[in-house]
């Protein structure tokens, strides 16, 4: 039997906690899709670019900044993948690692040119299945940017029996648009 690689985010332990580190290894994962099934769900028939960008001290402040102060950042590498048409660049998906409670889990996030979000995707989630955000709620950060409003206190509600997987959705969101802010990787947004 042909076991095939899972997506797995490499992470440093700081308190406790895995800091995202944006790296990928084909380390097998028990989880929902595979780093080429949610890149193909981010950018079906494109051309897909693998990029590393690596922040100095100063950008590493201002996603911090921009973020917010309950949101942590610590690693200043960011892999990042840029899907193509024609040669020119549609979005930008980046993948996340955290944890939930006591479990890991992993969403690709995509970027429009806009600097908008367009799609959230769980790409593992470790957790007990009942505490997994639902798809129609992942809907709400479609179209959302980095604002005082995309959060539990502003436009994103509960969802009862899981608060803290929608808490660890809504900060992976902010810190993913911060980053994505801060290194710009489209140039700025149209």
């Known amino acids: 039997m042909e076991r095939k690689p899972r997506l797995a985010l490499l992470g440093q332990r700081v308190s406790g906690t895995v800091a995202t580190a944006f790296a990928l290894a084909t380390v097998p994962l028990t989880g929902q899709l595979s780093q080429d099934q949610a890149l ?27 973020a ?27 993948f996340d690692a955290h944890r939930v409670r006591t479990l890991q889990e992993v969403l690709m996030i995509v970027v429009g040119l806009d600097g908008r979000v367009d799609r959230v995707e769980t790409v593992s989630f470790r957790e007990p299945p009942d505490y997994e955000a639902p798809r129609r709620w992942l809907e709400l950060f479609q179209g959302r940017t980095l604002t005082s409003d995309l959060s539990m206190r502003g436009d994103i509600p509960n969802v009862t029996g899981a608060t803290l997987t929608t808490n660890a959705v809504t900060t992976s969101v902010r810190r993913v648009l911060a980053l994505h802010n801060v290194v710009q990787p489209l140039g700025k947004p149209r």
């Open 40 to 66: 193909a769900l981010a950018f079906p028939s494109a051309a897909i670019e693998r990029r590393t960008t690596y922040l100095d001290d100063d950008q590493l402040e201002e996603a911090r900044r921009l």
């Open 68 to 94: 917010g102060n309950r949101v942590e950042i610590e690693s200043t590498i960011l892999v990042h993948y840029v899907g193509l048409q024609d040669g020119a660049p549609i979005g930008v998906a980046y």
